[in-house]
């Protein structure tokens, strides 16, 4: 089991900011596609924004031009820096690593929540 060790969550009012960081092991984390995924009350995990470990980023379309995924090579971490964030960013966020078509490990979550 590869740890993942998430940071950065909190409580914040609407259109704030936060950032999250998320620290791998250093071979895993060379080799790995690292992810942010986040899971509501009642919803489904859904990918937030990923990205590879040559830097190709996507994201999805709810966050686009509000989050940033980055991933700092040297410290083996990865962040999602949150803007204007909105009460329907309030989730669970879920840090990701995945180094194959199976294998891949998750951090244990870290709460977000966005105040109106």
């Known amino acids: 089991q590869v740890q993942l060790v998430e940071s950065g969550g909190g409580l914040v009012q609407s259109g704030g900011s936060l950032r999250l960081s998320c620290a791998a092991s250093?071979?895993?984390?060379?080799?790995?596609?690292m992810g942010w995924y986040r899971q509501a009350p009642g919803k489904q995990r859904e990918l937030v924004a990923a990205?590879?470990?040559?830097?190709?980023?996507n994201y999805a379309d709810s966050v686009k031009g509000r989050f940033t995924i980055s991933r700092d090579n040297a410290k083996n971490t990865v962040y999602l820096q949150m803007n204007s964030l909105k009460p329907e960013d309030t989730a669970v966020y879920y840090c990701?690593?995945?180094?194959?078509?199976?294998?891949?490990?998750w951090g244990q979550g870290t709460q977000v929540t966005v105040s109106s």
């Open positions: 990701n690593a995945k180094w194959s078509r199976v294998l891949e490990s």
């Open positions: 250093r071979i895993i984390f060379s080799i790995s596609t």
């Open positions: 990205i590879t470990s040559g830097g190709t980023t």
